[in-house]
Every structure is written in structure tokens, then in C-alpha cells.
């Protein structure tokens, strides 16, 4: 059933106040901060999580050697994708990332307390688009399992983001979309098209759990993972965020940002878990200080957790995102990760939540910014013709998309929810030299480093 939230005032969280679009501000978590009717604050995602000041790394196995596996995040991740609709996310490297072990010192929530003391669990779903797609009665029996963790992260995100977005534009008109997926689970899509200052933007989540297909567990084998089946089956669990932001203006740039967690119980009982995730800028038109500020708050986001973390990642999305037959990234990057299984899960989760929270302040100040910019029919068709190369990537590399595609039973609008809802090809076009246009495709072709 869908939702319309007329400048978001349906809900008792929701502001709608057009934010002033200017300068390039510093940004604070705090502003973001969810106010609720009863003028309680939702805190940021990843609050709960201590402040991670010591360093993280990249570890050895259990064998001492080397965890770089290739090709086994991709067939997960795109098996997932198709099973859970979150098909926007960039799956499909051939990596395996890692952080190095390292205490968090974070204590671990009480299990079993009475429900009706639990207002805390109360005040968060309060802030939420829609209630959680777990049963409350379930969250609660499992305070400190890594599902209900990451289900209620993911939910805290979306909701922030799109405040941020409605605060942006305005008029902003969310349909919510409690959908239900018959094979187990289900997801919420919040989308805005034709809004005052973006074209479309979609954030989604999805939780969804049942037994892997034939298809996606011959992958994982193919890739070298070793799975215990039972009766042929592998029971496993997925959960994660995405969201696709396109602006009407062509001086705003489009940003893409997934973050997910994955778990399999094999026959024996053991279970594998990883993270994945990522989030990065593309832009119609090159500008130094956005791409500089872009990358230097995902930045701050990795080094929290070790100084290595982020030009890994930041090489791992110049790779993933690139359009082989036009010799081109989609955008200027950011980060991308996968099959993130190390050194623990609540510290891995600690680092996912950090990333989670780069999302806004990456990247609504650079919307504020250029919200109101002049623009010329010129410079739209470029958007237009940019607009393509996203689609372009989307329908023909991303292997979460491909997938879920044709993967039977996927939702196939959650699928799709990450193309522009305008887009353009003109035969033979190419920008003249030494133009604005020529400029972005140059960095395209030749990823730079934003930070030093």
C-alpha cells in the first residue's frame, strides 16, 4: 500500500522547510536530528555505536595469510540483490575487503527486558517512514542480535534522508511503499518525483530472509565459498539501505549510496555474516571544491576507523563504477566495499554506521549550494546525455540490477528505482574541446585524488 506524504506532514517526524540554497556550509549531524511530535529527538544513525579513535586495518586470516578473495562478493551480493530488490546497490567486485582486529569496548545490550520498558525501541520506530518490516515483538526478544541492529540502522537512515531531501525541496511528495515479499520478508520504497529541486530520488530498504536459490548458491560455491547445504536448502537472511538522488538542476550532482548485511546458517548451524556497501557523487559538470568536499567527509568517515580504509575503498569504486565501452566512470567516485567479514561484526558495523553518516553531510550541502544555479538548454542536454550513461551502467554492469532482473519473484520497481526519470542518447554526440563538458569527461577517464 502506498503512502502520500504531502509536504511530509503526515507523519509526526516530518518538517518540510525549504532550506536556502547558497553557499557551502560545514554541516552538522545534529541538525539532522529527528524531532517527533511529542518533541522527543530520534537520534542519527549510529549513535549507539562508541567512537571508534583507534585504528583499523587490514588483517590476516586465521591461516595468517592474505583475505583478498576474488569474485565472492559479486555473486552474493547480486544474488541478494535480486532476491531482496535492492538492485541500486554496486555489487559485484572481486575483492574481499577487511578491517584489522581491535577492541570496541561497546557493551553489549541487555537481552529480555519487559517491552514496556523498552521505550527506547518505542521513540526510534516512531521516527521511521514506516514501522519496521520485523515484528516489534521479535525486535525485542533480540536486542543484541546483528539483524535487529542493522534493521533499525537501515530504518534510521532512511528516515534521515529523507527529511534532509523533503527539507530541501520543499514541496517534496514521498510515496511510502510497505511492500511484503511472499517468500519471506519485505521492504519499504520512498519515492519523490517532480519535486522543486529533484527530478527523482528514491531511498529504499528491504529485509528479507528465506533460503537462497539454486542460482545464487551455485554462484557462491563458483566463487569460492564453501556452504553446508541441508536437503538442498541454505537459509540466510539480508537486510540493507539504498538510495538514488537526481536533481533537476544540472550544477547539483546525483549521488548513489547502499549500505547491507548478509547472513547464511549453514547445515552444521555455523553462520557466515559480511557487510557491503558504499556511497559516491556523479556529477553533470566538474566542481573542484564539491568533489573536494565530497570526498574529504567520506574520508573522515574511514579514518575513524583506520587510515588505510579509505583510499582502498576509494580505488575499489573508481574500478567498480567504470563504463567499459565508453572508456569511463559513471561519476567522480567515493567508496565501495564487500564481503566486509573482519576483525568482528559489531566493530564492522561500527564502521558501517560511520559511513552511514557521511550520507547527509556529504552531500546536502552541495544541493544547497546549487539548488538555485542559472543553467543554460545546453548545459540540461548534457545532464540528459549524462543521465544516459547512468543508465547505462545500471542495466548493463551492475550486477545487482542484472540479476534481480531476472531473478523470479524480485520486485521489479525497487529494481529499477535508481534510473533517472529523464534521460537522453544523441548519435555521435561529443563535447568540444576544452569545453565544461570535455572537463568532467576527462576526470571520467582519469579518477584523481580528491583529498591531497
Same mark, same amino acid.
Given at each position: 500500500?502506498?503512502?502520500?506524504?504531502?509536504?511530509?506532514?503526515?507523519?509526526?517526524?516530518?518538517?518540510?522547510?525549504?532550506?536556502?540554497?547558497?553557499?557551502?556550509?560545514?554541516?552538522?549531524?545534529?541538525?539532522?536530528?529527528?524531532?517527533?511530535?511529542?518533541?522527543?529527538?530520534?537520534?542519527?544513525?549510529?549513535?549507539?555505536?562508541?567512537?571508534?579513535?583507534?585504528?583499523?586495518?587490514?588483517?590476516?586470516?586465521?591461516?595468517?595469510?592474505?583475505?583478498?578473495?576474488?569474485?565472492?562478493?559479486?555473486?552474493?551480493?547480486?544474488?541478494?540483490?535480486?532476491?531482496?530488490?535492492?538492485?541500486?546497490?554496486?555489487?559485484?567486485?572481486?575483492?574481499?575487503?577487511?578491517?584489522?582486529?581491535?577492541?570496541?569496548?561497546?557493551?553489549?545490550?541487555?537481552?529480555?527486558?519487559?517491552?514496556?520498558?523498552?521505550?527506547?525501541?518505542?521513540?526510534?520506530?516512531?521516527?521511521?517512514?514506516?514501522?519496521?518490516?520485523?515484528?516489534?515483538?521479535?525486535?525485542?526478544?533480540?536486542?543484541?542480535?546483528?539483524?535487529?541492529?542493522?534493521?533499525?540502522?537501515?530504518?534510521?537512515?532512511?528516515?534521515?534522508?529523507?527529511?534532509?531531501?523533503?527539507?530541501?525541496?520543499?514541496?517534496?511528495?514521498?510515496?511510502?511503499?510497505?511492500?511484503?515479499?511472499?517468500?519471506?520478508?519485505?521492504?519499504?520504497?520512498?519515492?519523490?518525483?517532480?519535486?522543486?529541486?529533484?527530478?527523482?530520488?528514491?531511498?529504499?530498504?528491504?529485509?528479507?530472509?528465506?533460503?537462497?536459490?539454486?542460482?545464487?548458491?551455485?554462484?557462491?560455491?563458483?566463487?569460492?565459498?564453501?556452504?553446508?547445504?541441508?536437503?538442498?536448502?541454505?537459509?540466510?537472511?539480508?537486510?540493507?539501505?539504498?538510495?538514488?538522488?537526481?536533481?533537476?538542476?544540472?550544477?547539483?550532482?546525483?549521488?548513489?549510496?547502499?549500505?547491507?548485511?548478509?547472513e547464511v546458517e549453514e547445515a552444521d548451524g555455523n553462520k557466515q555474516w559480511w557487510f557491503g556497501g558504499g556511497c559516491d557523487l556523479t556529477p553533470t559538470y566538474l566542481n573542484q571544491e564539491d568533489a573536494v568536499h565530497f570526498h574529504r567527509t567520506l574520508k573522515k568517515a574511514c579514518d575513524q576507523h583506520g587510515p588505510d580504509l579509505? /583510499?582502498?575503498? !576509494? #580505488?575499489? @569504486? +573508481? =574500478?567498480? %563504477?567504470?563504463?567499459?565501452?565508453?572508456?569511463?566512470?559513471?561519476?567522480?567516485? *567515493?567508496?565501495?566495499?564487500?564481503?566486509?567479514?573482519?576483525?568482528?561484526?559489531?566493530?564492522?558495523?561500527?564502521?558501517?554506521?560511520?559511513?552511514?553518516?557521511?550520507?547527509?553531510?556529504?552531500?546536502? /550541502?552541495?544541493? !544547497? #549550494?546549487? @539548488? +538555485? =544555479?542559472? %543553467?543554460?538548454?545546453?548545459?540540461?542536454?548534457?545532464?540528459?546525455?549524462?543521465? *544516459?550513461?547512468?543508465?547505462?551502467?545500471?542495466?548493463?554492469?551492475?550486477?545487482?540490477?542484472?540479476?534481480?532482473?531476472?531473478?523470479?519473484?524480485?520486485?521489479?520497481?525497487?529494481?529499477?528505482?535508481?534510473?533517472?526519470?529523464?534521460?537522453?542518447?544523441?548519435?555521435?554526440?561529443?563535447?568540444?574541446?576544452?569545453?565544461?563538458?570535455?572537463?568532467?569527461?576527462?576526470?571520467?577517464?582519469?579518477?584523481?585524488?580528491?583529498?591531497?
Amino acid at each position: 500500500m502506498a503512502m502520500h506524504l504531502g509536504k511530509l506532514s503526515a507523519g509526526p517526524c516530518w518538517l518540510a522547510a525549504r532550506g536556502g540554497c547558497g553557499e557551502l556550509r560545514s554541516w552538522s549531524l545534529r541538525s539532522w536530528s529527528l524531532r517527533c511530535a511529542a518533541g522527543r529527538f530520534c537520534r542519527p544513525p549510529g549513535t549507539a555505536c562508541p567512537e571508534q579513535n583507534r585504528g583499523l586495518g587490514y588483517g590476516p586470516t586465521a591461516g595468517g595469510g592474505p583475505r583478498l578473495r576474488t569474485g565472492l562478493a559479486a555473486g552474493l551480493a547480486a544474488g541478494l540483490a535480486g532476491l531482496a530488490g535492492l538492485a541500486a546497490a554496486a555489487f559485484g567486485h572481486v575483492e574481499r575487503a577487511e578491517m584489522a582486529s581491535k577492541s570496541s569496548g561497546a557493551p553489549s545490550p541487555s537481552p529480555g527486558r519487559p517491552e514496556e520498558e523498552d521505550d527506547e525501541l518505542a521513540r526510534r520506530c516512531s521516527c521511521f517512514m514506516a514501522s519496521p518490516v520485523t515484528d516489534l515483538h521479535e525486535l525485542r526478544r533480540r536486542p543484541g542480535d546483528m539483524k535487529t541492529k542493522m534493521e533499525l540502522l537501515i530504518l534510521e537512515t532512511q528516515a534521515q534522508v529523507c527529511q534532509a531531501l523533503a527539507e530541501v525541496d520543499g514541496g517534496a511528495r514521498f510515496s511510502v511503499d510497505r511492500w511484503e515479499r511472499k517468500e519471506g520478508g519485505g521492504g519499504i520504497s520512498c519515492v519523490l518525483q517532480d519535486g522543486h529541486v529533484f527530478e527523482k530520488a528514491g531511498v529504499s530498504i528491504s529485509v528479507v530472509h528465506g533460503n537462497l536459490s539454486e542460482e545464487a548458491a551455485k554462484q557462491m560455491r563458483s566463487r569460492g565459498k564453501k556452504l553446508k547445504t541441508k536437503d538442498g536448502k541454505l537459509p540466510f537472511s539480508a537486510m540493507g539501505v539504498s538510495s538514488v538522488i537526481h536533481p533537476k538542476n544540472p550544477h547539483a550532482p546525483t549521488i548513489h549510496f547502499n549500505y547491507r548485511y548478509f547472513e547464511v546458517e549453514e547445515a552444521d548451524g555455523n553462520k557466515q555474516w559480511w557487510f557491503g556497501g558504499g556511497c559516491d557523487l556523479t556529477p553533470t559538470y566538474l566542481n573542484q571544491e564539491d568533489a573536494v568536499h565530497f570526498h574529504r567527509t567520506l574520508k573522515k568517515a574511514c579514518d575513524q576507523h583506520g587510515p588505510d580504509l579509505y /583510499p582502498k575503498f !576509494k #580505488k575499489w @569504486c +573508481d =574500478d567498480y %563504477f567504470f563504463i567499459a565501452h565508453r572508456g569511463e566512470r559513471r561519476g567522480i567516485g *567515493g567508496i565501495f566495499f564487500d564481503d566486509l567479514d573482519s576483525p568482528s561484526k559489531e566493530e564492522v558495523f561500527c564502521f558501517v554506521q560511520s559511513c552511514a553518516q557521511a550520507v547527509i553531510p556529504s552531500y546536502i /550541502p552541495l544541493v !544547497k #549550494k546549487h @539548488c +538555485d =544555479d542559472s %543553467f543554460t538548454p545546453r548545459e540540461k542536454l548534457w545532464q540528459q546525455l549524462r543521465r *544516459g550513461r547512468y543508465v547505462e551502467f545500471n542495466l548493463l554492469y551492475d550486477r545487482g540490477t542484472k540479476f534481480g532482473l531476472f531473478t523470479p519473484g524480485s520486485r521489479i520497481e525497487s529494481i529499477l528505482m535508481s534510473l533517472p526519470l529523464t534521460a537522453r542518447w544523441e548519435y555521435m554526440h561529443s563535447p568540444s574541446e576544452n569545453s565544461k563538458e570535455a572537463e568532467i569527461l576527462d576526470v571520467l577517464r582519469h579518477p584523481r585524488d580528491w583529498v591531497h
